[in-house]
């Protein structure tokens, strides 16, 4: 799925949307995926698109970012990590964020999340002046017309209500963890469970 942001978020109205996605070891395809926790951003009859966001870039940082853009150098305390948000379009930046930071080209998301693509939201952040949660990802996640649901049938995914506690947890490696508990599942009895939470 190739997004465009306003059209496809802006017009997306799913029960999966707003949901995460908590893979499972039937995905076990060896890359990406394997324990990725995803944010879908958007889902509806043409395709899906989500973040992963339990996959911190070890090489990239925010200061990186905003250099090669050619942005100030941020002196303030809080920097977002940057994560691998899935394999389409990797050069492409995305804040997913709190809505207590409002700009023209964020996206209203389910609850109290939205979402922007434009260099004028790493400015905001790197001059404090951004969202006060807020998780940088490169490239996403996408699926073509009825694969996500597909996927969710063979039971590569469980579904789960956003939590905001999870989705900013500083401590990455223990978000897919934190799912698990949240939806009362223990790692060693996932094959008696049909994908669905």
Sequence with gaps: MKLNLDKDIRN??????????????NINDGSFFDKSLIYVCSHCSEGAMGLIINQPMPMVEFDDLNQQLGLVKSDIVFKPKVFFGGPVETA????????????DHSVQLSGDLALNATI?????????????????????AGWGPGQLEEEIRKNYWLTLDYDDDILFDSNSSSKWQAAMQKIGISPEHLSSFSGQA
């Design 12 to 25: 997306a109205t799913s029960p999966l949307e707003g949901k995460m996605l908590l893979a499972l070891p």
């Design 92 to 103: 492409r930046g995305f804040v997913l964020h709190s809505t207590d930071f409002k700009a």
């Design 120 to 140: 004028d939201i790493l400015k905001n952040i790197a001059m404090g002046e951004g969202p006060s949660k807020s998780l940088l990802a490169l490239g996403y």
